[in-house]
């Protein structure tokens, strides 16, 4: 099984980026899919962005152009660079990976707030 630990979130006014990092405790080379959801108070949890292990990438179209996702085996590590944040970007944002054959695995989470 792999664990996750996300980090790098934290207040940030509108119009400015941040980039989350999602450290696994192996490696994620065999992994196929990693990616980020995120949670808004009082709504449920939505995909923000998908990274497969041959770096196909996929987004919501709310953060289309503004965030990128990508992910370096060398360091087990996947990141979440976010431009251009906006209020409504404010969630706790949770990576996962898919392991073959095994259950999702997700991180703790790590709040992100933009002030307007």
């Known amino acids: 099984q792999v664990q996750l630990v996300e980090s790098g979130g934290g207040l940030v006014q509108a119009g400015g980026s941040l980039r989350l990092s999602c450290a696994a405790s192996r490696s994620i080379v065999s992994i196929n899919t990693m990616g980020w959801f995120r949670q808004a108070p009082g709504k449920q949890r939505d995909l923000v962005a998908v990274?497969?292990?041959?770096?196909?990438?996929t987004y919501v179209d709310s953060v289309k152009g503004r965030f990128t996702i990508s992910r370096d085996s060398a360091k087990n590590t996947m990141y979440l660079q976010m431009n251009s944040l906006k209020p409504e970007d404010t969630a706790v944002y949770y990576c996962?990976?898919?392991?073959?054959?095994?259950?999702?695995?997700w991180g703790q989470g790590t709040q992100v707030t933009v002030s307007s």
């Open positions: 996962y990976a898919d392991p073959s054959y095994l259950p999702r695995t």
């Open positions: 990274i497969t292990s041959r770096g196909t990438t």
